[in-house]
């Protein structure tokens, strides 16, 4: 909720109350910024429902490929069933070949019994222990007949069982089979519903984008009457490097430039000397001098860029994106320099503003989070000294912590 405050607020507050505009302007920004607003509640809108139907696409894809695994696992379990299913017709098929050469052999062998038991009956009378010799035989005989008779009745029992079991296999197969169907009819229902939620999510990303054309135009239409044509982004990335370069925190330092120059959209609304109320009126002599040297080393003219209004106490004429006074701009013009590798810096550039911002914050005690406070009240009242060190000094360095908490989650 601070994150939204902060850029929808914060990101516009402070232009109305430091610039010099006419009415119909005045009019035309606050309309604009109007409508900037209500585009970015309904981006934010979007935004949250394409990610509730990206999480929803996520879920199915993850449903999918968990309904896929188990489809590979049923159409194992069928290939193995068939397998199984195949060797156990190949057994029976195995078994009644054999009971059908037992039959065979059982069929021989009674038949050899029988005419041996009519020629040994015959000749029994003609031959001495004839009855013995032939008993014996016929018993042999008899014995070799009840083995095969046991082997057979074996083999068909063992055919019985087999086709008890291929049975079963059978009937596995076909439970299956039609699970498998179902996996099937489940993972192209999944297919359908992630097809449609991906064009949802696709039309919520075309309106998004239509949504923050349309955004950037009316930016775009508010920076030229403010004077500024920095986005975002070009602004998040100075910080970045300004924290990585200084050691002071990003969103620390955001909060600041927020606070100071409506996140480098407002450099100021009054000119050096020309218009109503000249800055030049209000600036000390020693920063009159250095400002106009630095603009002739800039290659500007005196009243090529805005400057500070007098706020009705203090002075007026701070320079740029970090509302450096002339003469503190000048103590760290090297520093700034040194670190950007802009010869000579600028202070209407925004890498050279926020890092100079930055140095300053950093000499104030910046680096660690508890002399934030401290250090936020430096920069805007110079110190202690300051009269209005308990007042004004204490607000703007309790907004600026305030606003920082909210670009904690920001970034």
């Known amino acids: 909720m601070l994150v939204a405050l902060v850029l929808v607020f914060a990101f516009w507050g402070f232009v109305s109350t430091r610039a010099e505009y ?6 035309k920004i606050e309309d604009t910024k ?5 585009l970015e ?4 809108k979007e935004t949250y429902q394409k990610e509730i139907l990206q999480k929803n696409a996520n879920q199915i894809q993850d449903r999918i490929y968990s309904v896929q695994k188990q489809i590979n696992l049923t159409q194992e379990d069928i290939q193995e069933a068939e397998e199984i299913i195949d060797r156990k017709e190949k057994e029976i098929s195995d078994r009644e070949e054999k009971i059908k050469k037992q039959k065979e052999i059982l069929k021989a062998l009674l038949q050899n019994i029988y005419q041996k038991k009519r020629d040994s009956i015959a000749l029994m009378v003609f031959q001495k222990n004839g009855f013995s010799q032939i008993s014996e035989k016929f018993d042999r005989l008899l014995d070799i007949k009840e083995k095969i008779l046991n082997l057979t009745q074996n083999i068909k029992e063992e055919q019985k069982k087999l086709a008890e079991e291929k049975k079963d296999y059978d009937q596995i197969k076909a439970i299956k089979k039609d699970l498998l169907e179902d996996k099937k009819d489940e993972k192209t229902e999944l297919i359908i519903d992630k097809v449609e939620t991906q064009s949802q999510i696709n039309e919520k990303q075309a309106k998004i984008g239509n949504l923050q054309a349309r955004l950037n135009r009316l ?11 920095y986005s975002l982004d070009d602004v998040v990335n100075a910080v970045k490097l300004a924290e990585k370069k200084t050691g002071v925190r990003k969103e620390f330092l955001f909060a600041v430039l927020d606070k100071e120059t409506d996140l480098g959209r407002f450099t100021g609304g009054c000119y050096y000397d020309k218009g109503s109320n000249p800055v030049k009126k209000h600036m000390k002599d020693i920063d009159k001098d250095v400002f106009l040297d630095l603009m002739n080393e800039l290659g500007y003219k005196k009243n090529d860029k805005k400057l500070s209004c007098w706020p009705g106490f203090g002075y007026g004429g701070a320079m740029g994106i970090a509302q450096f006074m002339p003469s503190t701009w000048v103590g760290y013009k090297e520093k700034i320099a040194s670190l950007t590798g802009n010869y000579p810096p600028n202070p209407w550039r925004l890498e050279d503003g926020v890092i100079g911002m930055a140095l300053k914050l950093r000499n104030a005690g910046a680096t ?6 401290y250090a936020a009240k430096v920069y805007y009242c ?11 000094c204490e607000a ?16």
């Open 22 to 27: 006419s009415e119909k302007d005045k009019e």
């Open 34 to 38: 109007d409508e900037i607003k209500e």
């Open 41 to 44: 509640k309904k981006i934010q």
């Open 219 to 229: 930016r775009s239409i508010l920076s030229r009457f403010l004077d500024s044509s």
């Open 368 to 373: 660690s989070k508890s002399k934030e406070h």
């Open 382 to 392: 110079g110190g202690p000294t300051s009269r209005y060190w308990r007042d004004k």
């Open 396 to 411: 703007y360095a309790d907004t600026v912590i305030e606003w920082s908490k909210g670009y904690d989650d920001y970034f």
